[in-house]
């Protein structure tokens, strides 16, 4: 069974950092295409960016130069380095992958997500 767990989230004050990981474990062939998600209260979900098999990544507007996403292909984890947070980045985080299983189709799973607030 594929799992996607989502940590490192928390608490943290406005201007600082923090890294958010996506791990994957099971039985599969490969970690695919991996996006990070986040919802806020009230608001949908959005997406916040994404990292592709050969290490590209790209990122919404209002995150750009600020958030890195980078992978371990090896760990079959994806990061989500956060700086100059802002309260209004306070959400929960969701990260989606697509997954080669071992019968070898695609298929997407969703992490249950961690809370990331920023205070003012």
């Known amino acids: 069974q594929v799992q996607l767990v989502e940590s490192g989230g928390g608490l943290v004050q406005a201007g600082g950092s923090l890294r958010l990981s996506c791990a994957a474990s099971?039985?599969?062939?490969?970690?695919?295409?991996v996006h990070w998600y986040r919802q806020a209260p009230g608001k949908q979900r959005e997406l916040v960016g994404g990292?592709?098999?050969?290490?590209?990544?790209t990122y919404a507007t209002l995150v750009e130069g600020r958030f890195t996403i980078s992978r371990d292909n090896a760990k079959k984890t994806v990061y989500l380095q956060m700086n100059s947070l802002k309260p209004e980045d306070t959400a929960v985080y969701f990260c989606?992958?697509?997954?080669?299983?071992?019968?070898?189709?695609?298929?997407?799973?969703w992490g249950q997500g961690t809370q990331v607030t920023v205070s003012a």
């Open positions: 990292s592709f098999n050969g290490g590209s990544a």
């Open positions: 989606n992958a697509y997954i080669v299983t071992l019968t070898g189709s695609t298929q997407s799973y």
């Open positions: 099971g039985s599969f062939f490969g970690l695919g295409t």
